[in-house]
Structures are given as structure tokens and as C-alpha cells.
């Protein structure tokens, strides 16, 4: 045989076995390579079924909270002053914006939006799930709407949504005392509970919006919602609807109010008028005042600086926060002191010479009269307003009674008024005045202590509920706003404190009560002037309480003197003084005198309550 | 083997069985390629949102891809290896075409606009590469001498960093593999061949440092760890596994993939139907799909074995050994155990040109078989 041939059959033969080999291993690895493929697959879909499963639901069904209407404030006569309007807000999607920062810097060319509201936008878009929808701007105008309008398929993941938002009919009026509702903050996103306010961007932040949150806000409804991976609502799965917060009626008499607030006329301060028979509050003015609406879309910075900055303080609830000295509206308070701890009775009476000076002491103290009462007892003291009868009632007294007895009206505590923030005054006495200014008590302090100056301070409604109390001869009063809250049809009970008394003498009650109305009826009384046109008796007191201290030798000149640094004017009254049905508290901010500025708003108040309910 | 017989008699004895002899057709493989074509149908009826214009446009390019099949199943597999020169040549060429006047598409270079039609060389060069190395090694000593696959290797190695250059690296793979595949049926050592896996994994890191595209190196990252990343990088892998996994050992059923209707799941209807495929019709799917393509893969490399000359047979097992690396490849990044590379799962995924080019091999492959009698004669 031809070698050459043989040598090219071996080959051949070789080549077979060698590519029959190579297929064969091939092929079992690609079947060993194959199972690796299914075993991964079981893996996946027998061992991770369920957590894939799962993780599939939760691709395609998202939960949408939907929000509920916040409930309507209303005054006594159903006047809303809370409602909720619709409006319209532009609202971000996250998770269907493929650039964020270019979307922002489009619409702020688009809607020239302030750059504070981009940046509250970025800080609050990190509390809120991608796909939940965040506004960027709340409550458009017809303008913005149309511009938005016509380049919205230019941006995606962007829409206009109508929404309601809060409004005050009354704004400045009720500022205060209804508060307003503003954006969520950050600080508050983290303590909130994120179910209830996922689907809403606003809070209570002051006032009744504040302490009634809970029950006016309601209670958050879900959808059950498929979507595509854009988030895309595509079909509705289940709903709960959401249930609308409560209504809130309150004790505010709204004509009273506006009479209240626009007797102050230009001066700043406060107004309070308690209805005697519950309680409730009929009057509550704060002013300086601001519009609570501006609030609600979220203030600019401007606006908020030039509120914050004025000196008129328009953010300052002066009714619940300012503490101011009483003045002389606290001498019937330490009359009544004097005769329930028996140091004294009514017909007990003390030379006024002008001054007071304590015994081997040199310093005067002065009564405002430079010229003195001459002899005065416990019902001419009251009626004129006599310092140096007090400093001398204050002396026997001593500060330690004194403070017992001030304490029992409240003085120095929160009134339990059904709103947050409220400040306690300042009720002095030995002991606070150790730990607080760990110094001894010394004699000076007690006197004027006596004519409600020094230490001293109290809020508006403080000393409205203690002028209240006293009218209805120890039946301590507890103010209140929240008159009826309705769910629906359905009312809810109010739980009220329980009734407490102060144990006083009918008599001792009644001289004062007495000397009271003689500052408004008596020809002497300080607050003679507003007694006319009236066929009921309006007890009061007036009080100027000091801003400023008159230096020894000097004399208090209101001219001299810039109008900063002028006293304010102060006055309680109840009425009519023989069946009580309102008491009222005036402090009007350097008005000087009580009897001049704070009796007559006090009087306007009283009179146009007392005639209505005459009708 | 009696099975077999017993098929040819059928075939000679009956209309059909003659006719499909006269076409140079091969029933086992057409069975094959008719069973995934339905499956194909069937999942781009479902990811598509039931559009019938897609299917008629998938139905289009299936006509042009099996008119290309039957006519090369009617060349003469001496008339390929008599142009895998030319052939490989212009295929090298076009490729460099690319690289200097190509069209950029999705970020890479891959396309040669014809002016009728745009074209893309780095698919044609999956077929002409192996026929280049086939033509090469087949004039040689089997098994191949050292300085042979040296040879063999450079004209793999041409292509290869070509495409990688586009960048193409799903091709490049496909390209390299197929080239290689010739090598290993020509015999290539055990020894050589270990020697060379090892060589390439001391070699990654430098590849990894010098040669990958900061894309890549992100796909292989989120292929390690895609939970990284999840709404980025990672969002496509963890998708597709939700979509797999969610399927469970049966399925949802027929179009009832929630995962890629609802558009979570990208390009469910291209490289990722796999996934689509797994949520509707589970394991025991998954099990089926799996058989059929081994189904085809054994009937290739049996027309492989009983190729009767060298280039014939190396080409053969070449082009089965590609469509493998498809089927793996593909259905490896699909559940997350390969980085995701732009492979397409052969005959089922939505899209043109790699149809074009697998009908093209399965045509050759049928050219093989079916000339072999005549040879004989």
C-alpha cells in the first residue's frame, strides 16, 4: 500500500475520532452549562418564588392616600371663620421626572417662582414617598395656570391639581384667636404620623387650627391603585374614603369682636370678654393683627420678616403671651384680700397724704394724686384709685396672704384655656422670689405689690377670668372656645372642669363688688365717664400699670415722654354688677390711662352685649 | 441509527419527504426552528400590547430570513469554502467601514447606512469568520499545528477587536466564540486550550484597567451586586428577576406578565423576553424552551458529525456552537448570572439582523447535510 495514501486514511480516521470526541464532550458540557441555567431558574422561581411574588405586587399596586376635608370653624352665630376654598396648585411627581434640577429651572423661567420655594420644594420632597405628587406652588392664579398650561406637555411628571386650601373670611380679625394653618415643616414631617399626612401638605400651626388639629383634620382615606412603572394610576383596585375633619362652633361673638378690635382704633393690646353663665369666651382681640391667610400657601420671606420685624409685634397673641403689671386693676383683688383675712374692714379708713413712706424709712412712695385722697376707707380707696390706702392694706397684709389669696384667682397660672402657648403671668411671693432671684423679700416689694406693680404680671385673660370669678363671688371661671364640635350630624361632648369655688364671704364679696361700681357710677369713680345711656350697673376698675419709673423728684410728664415709654392703660369690668353676665379685661398698650382709653372699649363691649340680649 | 433510517425511507417514499430533499431541507431543524418561530409569535403578541403590525413586521423579516435560508441550503457548502477568502475579506472590510463612516446608534458605531437599507457587518462576520478559520485550518494538518493556530487565531482576533471597538461586546463574544469553536473541533490540545482560559483570566484585569468602557465596567459591577443601585444601574436586572421569579414553577399563563405589561421591565420584547417568557409560562416553560433549543443544538452538531469533508464539519460545529453561546449567553444575563451584554435570545426576541444571520447558518447547516448523498454519488 501506498504510504502516502495509508498516512491520509490514518488521518482522516483520526480526524473523525478526534471531531466525534470533541462533539460529544461538547455537547455534555453544554447540557452540564444548560443545567446550570435551570437550576438558577429554580432557584428563582421555585426556592424565591414567593419573595418575587411579593416583590411584583408591590411593583404594581401602589397605596394613594387621599385626604380629608378639614373641618369649618365657626363663631357663636355659625359666621364661618375657617372654611376651605378650592384653588389650584402645581404639583411634582418625582418619580416621573427624569431631571429634576432642568424641570425646576424650566418652570421658575415659566412661573418665575421664587427661589425659596424651590428649595422648601428639594427639603420636603426627602419626607414624601417618589411617586406621591408634592406641591411646588400653592394656590395659582388664572395667569399661571394658562402659562403652566400650555407647556405642561413639556413637562412631565408636572401638573396642575385643584386642591382645597384654608381661608379666613375675617383675617386680621380672628388672627390670633382661629391661628391659620401653614406648609408641613420639616421638623414636624419627622414626629407626624406619615399615614394621616401623606396626602396633606398643611397643619394647624397657632390657635384653634393648632389645638383642635386632631379633630379638625380628619382622618386620611387609601386607594388601592395598579400602576405602570411610571407610576401611572391604570386601574383602582379598593378605596376607603377618607373621613372630613370636625366642626368646630365657638364662643367668639364676631360683632362683639369686630367692636372690640376697632374700638382699640390705633392703639395695640388686647381684648377679653368672658360669658359669665359657662365660661366661654365671647371676645378675644390680640392687636397688633396680621392676615393669617398669607400663611397658608406658604409665606415669603418678606412678608415673614416684615411681620416678625415690626415694632407693633402683629405675630404676637398679646391676649394668651403679653404680661403686663396689673396696675390698679389689681387693688380690688387685695381689698378683697384684706377683708377675708380680716386685716381689715370697710369702714377701717387711712389718710393719704400723697406719698407713703415706710417706718425710719426715707424713700417715698407716691400715689398718683401728688396732692393725696386725704382720708380715705375701702370703698373710696377702690373708686379713687388710692395708692397709699393699698400700700398701707399691702403692709398688713404682707406679701405671703397677699400671694395665697392671688394665687386662688389665678393670678401667676394658665387659665386652662382650650388653647396651647398660653403664658402664666408672674404671681410673686417669698418663695419665687428666693429661688428665682435668690434674694430675700423686702418690705418695698410688698407696698408696691399692693398697686399690682413690681414683680407682678399677668396676661389679658388671666385678668379676665380673676375679674370674672370675683363677679360671680368665687365661682372660678374657666375660659374656654370650643363651644360644640360636630362630626356630621353628630355632636360631641366637651368635657368641662369640673366647678370649683373659692370660699368668700357674701359681704365682704358684695363691699367690693360695691366700691366697683362706684368707678363707674359714683361722680369720684375713675371710670365715670362711660356710665351713660345705661339702665343696668357696670362694675370696673381702672389701672394704669408702668412702663417707665419715675425717678425720686421727678414728675411723669406725658408730654415729655415718647409714646414707647408711655404706661398702659388698663380696665375690667362684669356687668350688670348685680347678675353678672360678661366680664371684660382692656389692656390698651401705652394708652396711659385706664380710665381714659381701656373704659370706654370696655363699655362699648359690655353695652352692645348687654343690649342684644336685652332684644 | 435504525430511527434514522427509518426517517430517510419516509423520506424517500413520501411527497413531502421528496419535495423537502428537492428544497435541501431539513425536517428535524425546520421542526425546531417552526416551534420557537410559534413561541416567538406568542411572546411578542403579549409584550407588544397585541400590536399586529409588529408581528407582521416580525413575520417580514422571518420571510426574508428563510428565503436567505433555503437559498444557501441550495449552494454547494464547496462554494463556501471556495469564497471564505473573499467573503471574510469583505466582511473585515466593512467592518473598518464602520469604524471610520458608520452611523452611531444607542451610543455605538455598528451601522453601515446603504442608502435602501442600513447594515450592520458585525453579523455577517459571525458566519465568515468561522468559514475563514474552517477554510484555514481545513488546508492544514488536523489537529492544527502551532504556528496553524497562530494563524487561526489572528484572523479570529481581527474581527474581534474591531467590534469591540464599536463598541459591540455581546458580538465581539459571539464573533470570538465562533472563531474559537473552529479551533477546539479541529482538535485543538487540551493542554493549549486550558492553558488559554487561564492565560485570558490573568489577562482580565488588565482588559478591565485598559480596554472597558465605563458602561461596561458598570454592568459588570451591577451584574455583581444590582441591589447597589436599584432604581439605576441595577434596575433592569432586579426587574427581570422580579419578573422571572414572580412566574413561579408555572407561570402566569399566557400574556399574563403584570411585570412587563405594566412597563416595569424594559426592552421586554428584545434581549429581556426571556424574562417575559419565564413570568407567563414558569419552570415547566422554561424546562420546554430549553429542550427545543437542544433539540436543534443536537441535531446540528449530528449533521456536524456526518459532514464529510473537514472544512464542512468544522463549519458545521462552529455555527451550532454559536447559536449556544446565544441561547446561554442570552438567557445568563437574562437571570442575572452573566453582566448584561447585547444578546438577543435567537429566533424569539424581536429584531431583524441576528434573525437574518442565524437563518443564514441554519441554511448553511442544511446545506451540509443535504449535499452529502450527491457528494457520495
Not at chain 1, 555 to 564: G, M, Q, S, W
Request: proline share 4%.
Amino acid at each position: 500500500m501506498d504510504m502516502r495514501r495509508y498516512q491520509a486514511i490514518k488521518d482522516r480516521l483520526l480526524e473523525n475520532r478526534i471531531f466525534l470526541s470533541r462533539t460529544v464532550i461538547l455537547f455534555v458540557f453544554m447540557l452540564f452549562l444548560v443545567a446550570g441555567l435551570l437550576s438558577r431558574l429554580v432557584y428563582l422561581q421555585v426556592l424565591g418564588h414567593k419573595l418575587y411574588h411579593n416583590m411584583a405586587t408591590n411593583n404594581r399596586i401602589k397605596v394613594a392616600s387621599i385626604p380629608p376635608t378639614r373641618g369649618i370653624i365657626y363663631d357663636k352665630q355659625g359666621r364661618v371663620l375657617a372654611e376651605n376654598l378650592a384653588a389650584y396648585s402645581l404639583e411634582i411627581i418625582p418619580d416621573q421626572v427624569t431631571n429634576m434640577t432642568d424641570t425646576l429651572q424650566r418652570l421658575q423661567v415659566v412661573l418665575s417662582i421664587p427661589q425659596e420655594k424651590i428649595d422648601a420644594f428639594n427639603k420636603q420632597k426627602k419626607h414624601y414617598k417618589h411617586f406621591d405628587s408634592i406641591p411646588l406652588l400653592l394656590q395659582l392664579n388664572e395667569t399661571e395656570v394658562a402659562k403652566f398650561s400650555v407647556l405642561r406637555h413639556t413637562f412631565p411628571g408636572v401638573d396642575i391639581h385643584a386642591r382645597l386650601f384654608r381661608h379666613y373670611p375675617y383675617a386680621e380679625l380672628t388672627a390670633h384667636l382661629v391661628g391659620y394653618v401653614g406648609r408641613i415643616n420639616e421638623r414636624e414631617l419627622k414626629v407626624l404620623p406619615e399615614a394621616e399626612y401623606r396626602s396633606m401638605h398643611t397643619i394647624g400651626k397657632t390657635g384653634v387650627e393648632l389645638s383642635y388639629e386632631n379633630i379638625l383634620r380628619g382622618h386620611a382615606g387609601y386607594a388601592e391603585l395598579e400602576t405602570n412603572a411610571q407610576g401611572k394610576p391604570i386601574n383602582e383596585l379598593g378605596r376607603i374614603d377618607s373621613i372630613p375633619g370636625a366642626d368646630i362652633y365657638l364662643t367668639i361673638d364676631m360683632d362683639l369682636q369686630r367692636t372690640a378690635y376697632d374700638a382699640l382704633a390705633e392703639y395695640n393690646g388686647a381684648v377679653v370678654a368672658l360669658d359669665l353663665d359657662t365660661g366661654g369666651v365671647l371676645v378675644q382681640v390680640s392687636k397688633a393683627s396680621f392676615d393669617p391667610n398669607l400663611f397658608v400657601s406658604g409665606i415669603s420671606y418678606k412678608d415673614y420678616d416684615q411681620l416678625n420685624k415690626s415694632k407693633n409685634k402683629p405675630l404676637f397673641d398679646r391676649v394668651l403671651r403679653g404680661q403686663y403689671p396689673p396696675g390698679s386693676t389689681l387693688k380690688p383683688f387685695i381689698a378683697l384680700a384684706g377683708l377675708e383675712n380680716n386685716v381689715t374692714h370697710r369702714h377701717q379708713s387711712v389718710f393719704c397724704p400723697g406719698y407713703y413712706q415706710l417706718p425710719n424709712k426715707d424713700h417715698k412712695y407716691r400715689d398718683w394724686k401728688k396732692w393725696g385722697h386725704g382720708t380715705v376707707d375701702l370703698d373710696s380707696a377702690i373708686t379713687q384709685s388710692c395708692d397709699v390706702y393699698f400700700y398701707d392694706l399691702a403692709l398688713t397684709l404682707g406679701i405671703d396672704k397677699m400671694s395665697d389669696f392671688l394665687h386662688e384667682f389665678g393670678f401667676g397660672q394658665k387659665t386652662g384655656i382650650d388653647l396651647m402657648s398660653e403664658k402664666s403671668g408672674l404671681l410673686p411671693s417669698r418663695e419665687w422670689k428666693r429661688s428665682q432671684r435668690k434674694q430675700a423679700w423686702f418690705p418695698g416689694e410688698t407696698l408696691i405689690t399692693g398697686i399690682g406693680q413690681g414683680f407682678t404680671q399677668v396676661t389679658p385673660v388671666q385678668l379676665a377670668r380673676a375679674t370674672g370669678t370675683l363677679a360671680k363671688q368665687g365661682q372660678v371661671i374657666t375660659p374656654y372656645l370650643a363651644e360644640r364640635i360636630i362630626y356630621g350630624n353628630r355632636a360631641v361632648e366637651i368635657e368641662r372642669p369640673a366647678q370649683k369655688w373659692i370660699e368668700l364671704k357674701a359681704g365682704n364679696v358684695q363691699d367690693i363688688i360695691n366700691a366697683m361700681v362706684h368707678v363707674v357710677h359714683s361722680p369720684r369713680g375713675t371710670a365715670k365717664k362711660i356710665a351713660e345711656d345705661i339702665d343696668y350697673q357696670i362694675a370696673g376698675k381702672t389701672g394704669t400699670a408702668q412702663v417707665y419709673t419715675v425717678k425720686q423728684n421727678e414728675e411723669y410728664d406725658e408730654a415729655d415722654i415718647e409714646f414707647n415709654m408711655r404706661d398702659h392703660a388698663l380696665f375690667i369690668a362684669f356687668a350688670p354688677a348685680d347678675n353678672p353676665k360678661i366680664a371684660v379685661a382692656v389692656i390698651a398698650e401705652h394708652g396711659s390711662h385706664g380710665s381714659s382709653i381701656a373704659a370706654p372699649i370696655a363699655a362699648e363691649v359690655i353695652k352692645q352685649y348687654l343690649d342684644v340680649g336685652d332684644k | 441509527m435504525k430511527v434514522e433510517l427509518r426517517a430517510e425511507q419516509f423520506k424517500e417514499h413520501s411527497l413531502i419527504g421528496r419535495l423537502l430533499r428537492r428544497l435541501h431541507l431539513d425536517i428535524p431543524l425546520l421542526i425546531g426552528l417552526f416551534l420557537l418561530l410559534i413561541m416567538s409569535f406568542m411572546m411578542l403578541y403579549s409584550t407588544g400590547n397585541k400590536e399586529i403590525a409588529l408581528l407582521l413586521r416580525q413575520a417580514a423579516r422571518m420571510g426574508i430570513a428563510g428565503v436567505l435560508m433555503i437559498a444557501l441550503a441550495h449552494v454547494n457548502p464547496r462554494q463556501f469554502q471556495r469564497y471564505s477568502i473573499p467573503l471574510y475579506s469583505i466582511g473585515v472590510a466593512l467592518l473598518v467601514a464602520v469604524l471610520l463612516v458608520g452611523d452611531v446608534g444607542k451610543g455605538a458605531q455598528r451601522w453601515l447606512d446603504l442608502g435602501l437599507f442600513r447594515f450592520q457587518p458585525s453579523e455577517m462576520i459571525k458566519i465568515t469568520t468561522p468559514m475563514m478559520v474552517a477554510w484555514y485550518l481545513a488546508g492544514h494538518d488536523i489537529p492544527p499545528k502551532w504556528q496553524h493556530i497562530v494563524g487561526a487565531t489572528l484572523f479570529i482576533l481581527i474581527p474581534t477587536v474591531l467590534i469591540i471597538r464599536q463598541p459591540d461586546l455581546g458580538t465581539s463574544v459571539l464573533v470570538a466564540s465562533s472563531g474559537a469553536s473552529v479551533l477546539y473541533f479541529a482538535g485543538l490540545s487540551w493542554r493549549f486550550l486550558i492553558a488559554t482560559v487561564l492565560g485570558l483570566s490573568a489577562l482580565a484585569p488588565l482588559y478591565w484597567q485598559f480596554f472597558m468602557r465605563g458602561y461596561q465596567k458598570d454592568r459588570v459591577l451591577t451584574f455583581l451586586n444590582p441591589e447597589a443601585d436599584p432604581m439605576g444601574k441595577g434596575y433592569h436586572i432586579i426587574q427581570s428577576k422580579i419578573a422571572i421569579g414572580s412566574g413561579g414553577p408555572y407561570g402566569k399563563g399566557w400574556q399574563g406578565n403584570t411585570q412587563s405589561q405594566l412597563d416595569f421591565l424594559p426592552e421586554s420584547s428584545t434581549d429581556f423576553i426571556f424574562a417575559v417568557f419565564a413570568e407567563e409560562f414558569g419552570l415547566v416553560g422554561c424546562l420546554g424552551l430549553l429542550v427545543i433549543y437542544l433539540f436543534i443544538i443536537a441535531r446540528g452538531l449530528y449533521i456536524a458529525v456526518q459532514a464529510q469533508d473537514t472544512y464542512s464539519r468544522l463549519l458545521a460545529g462552529s455555527l451550532v456552537c454559536t447559536f449556544f453561546v446565544y441561547v446561554f449567553v442570552n438567557i445568563g444575563m437574562v437571570i442575572g448570572i452573566l453582566p448584561v451584554v447585547g444578546v438577543p435570545l435567537p429566533l424569539i426576541s424581536y429584531g431583524g439582523t441576528s434573525m437574518v444571520t442565524l437563518f443564514a447558518g441554519f441554511g448553511i447547516l442544511m446545506s451540509i447535510h443535504t449535499h452529502k448523498k450527491i457528494l457520495q454519488n
